[in-house]
């Protein structure tokens, strides 16, 4: 999962692999970035981000439940491409 945001262009993009857009398809997509869109027109940057990652991790989880059997395989810091 990706939340890639194009601060020069005031635009942001979530990108997720086709294993998982399987799953959740494009409305679900479309739903959390026009909540996001709506805290971004607030001018409120920080909680339109949190709300972007809280909502794509509840929907993960719903979709593919962890456990104790399926441990984290990456990191969970971010990634900063510079």
């Not at 959740?24 to 920080?46: H, T």
């Not at 909680?47 to 456990?67: C, K, N, Q, S, W």
């Amino acid at each position: 999962m990706l939340i890639y945001l194009l601060l020069a262009d005031r635009r942001f993009e979530i990108v997720a692999d086709r294993g998982i857009h399987r799953h959740v398809g494009n409305e679900g997509w479309e739903a959390i970035a026009r909540q996001m869109e709506a805290i971004f027109a607030e001018r409120r940057y920080l909680d339109a981000v949190e709300h972007g990652v809280r909502a794509i991790t509840a929907l993960l989880a719903r979709h593919f439940p962890g456990g104790d059997r399926d441990p984290n395989q990456l990191p969970n810091r971010p990634v900063l491409l510079g």
